[in-house]
């Protein structure tokens, strides 16, 4: 796996930073993408249903999703 990369998104008009590995960020853009939203609106999705670190939450969405389109 690659080095995370910091990256600054806006939730609710704030910036704020966010680490995680690139091919984290490749499959949320690509889900955002799909949803037709930007990486922030999808960021700011997960947002508001996490229970700890943001990092950590936008981890687990990605690989939730990536389970789920597997199972088909």
């Known amino acids: 796996m690659s080095e995370p990369v910091k990256r600054s998104v806006k939730i609710a008009g704030h910036a704020t930073s966010v680490t995680l ?4 960020w490749d499959c949320l853009k690509e889900m ?35 389970k789920r389109q597997a199972a088909g």
């Open 21 to 24: 590995e690139p091919e984290f």
């Open 32 to 66: 955002a993408a799909a949803r037709g939203l930007s990486v922030n609106q999808m960021v700011a999705e997960i947002d508001c249903s996490r229970g700890g670190n943001l990092s950590s939450a936008i981890r687990v969405f990605v690989l939730t999703e990536l």
